[in-house]
């Protein structure tokens, strides 16, 4: 193998590089890759292209896209039970609920933009955990995301809005790419 053929990995822990100072810093190097955020048992995967994020998923079982659209009351419960048990490997969730009615076509995509952010907001205040960037180039049909179209989420408005429900000013600062102790009131 050739030294280009190889992927480029960068690890880290969230306490010494801020979630959103990585998804700052992918943006204005236009990279492309897979990141990944480990914290106890819940992984989060970004997936990257050019510094934008395309897609992401979450191993927290509170936030698959069923579960998303029934708080958000986009669809019902009975709606919810009766999708959840025709997934299949070759069938999304998605896909299902439209077919039953539940969702309408149009609809579906700005759903899974919205859980999409759902999790990277989540994420972006996280202050311990690990991360991991691999990268290389982001195929989501490769990445056993199959029938996943790549989303337009605007990176900069992700880490704003992200950084907005922190709760820790030190890491609204480091986020914003200010010193905490430099910042002053007017």
């Known amino acids: 193998r050739h030294l280009e053929d190889e992927d480029l990995t960068v690890k880290g822990d969230i306490e010494t590089s801020s979630v959103p100072e990585l998804l700052r810093s992918l943006l204005a190097s236009r990279e492309t890759g897979i990141l990944t955020f480990r914290r106890d048992t819940i ?5 990257i292209q050019e510094g934008r994020v395309v897609y992401g998923t979450s191993s927290d079982v509170d936030e698959r896209l069923g579960e998303s659209l029934l708080v958000r009351g986009k669809i019902t419960a009975r709606q919810y039970l009766q999708a959840s048990n ?3 490997p070759d069938r999304r969730l998605g896909a299902i609920l439209v077919e039953m009615e539940a969702l309408e076509p149009e609809d579906l995509l700005p759903a899974v933009e919205q859980h999409v952010r759902d999790i990277l907001l989540d994420v972006v205040c996280w202050n311990r955990g690990d991360y991991e960037l691999v990268m290389k ?3 989501l049909q490769k990445a056993e995301l199959d029938n996943v ?5 605007s990176t900069e408005n992700l880490i704003l809005e992200g950084i907005r429900r922190c709760r820790s000013w ?4 480091r986020g914003i790419g200010g010193d905490i102790h430099t910042v002053t009131a007017p």
Request: aromatic share 4%.
């Open 43 to 47: 992984a989060k995967t970004v997936y």
């Open 86 to 88: 025709m997934i299949r």
């Open 137 to 139: 180039d982001v195929d």
């Open 149 to 153: 179209v790549a989303l337009n989420i």
């Open 170 to 173: 030190s890491q609204v600062a």
